[in-house]
């Protein structure tokens, strides 16, 4: 059966950077993605992305380390991050 992950909206994710989202996958497991996205401006200022991480956690978005359990190059997108584990993304709705 093909794996899957919708993502969870209503778990406070405060503690984690801006635009990290949460998922539930169809095998149970738990995870958070930390991608940097923006769209950072042209000019003198150099910006530097970080990579997009996957940490798997619990229920309550919570994890027993900061070791990334999957990276991707910066700019990856959570769809992108949840494809190349081999996720399907599912709507919740």
């Known amino acids: 059966m093909p794996l899957t992950a919708s ?7 405060g503690c984690w950077a801006p635009g990290t989202r949460f998922f539930s996958g169809s095998d149970g497991k738990y995870f958070v993605i930390d991608a940097d996205t923006t769209e950072y401006p042209d000019g ?9 991480a996957v940490l798997y956690c619990n229920e309550d978005a919570t994890v027993t380390d900061l070791v990334p359990d999957h990276v991707f190059p910066p700019g990856t997108t959570a769809e992108a991050a949840i494809e190349g584990m081999g996720y399907t993304l599912t709507d919740n709705t």
């Not at 993502?7 to 994710?13: A, F, K, R, T």
């Not at 003198?44 to 997009?52: E, G």
């Open 7 to 13: 993502e969870i909206q209503d778990v406070n994710l």
């Open 44 to 52: 003198p200022t150099r910006f530097v992305r970080r990579d997009t």
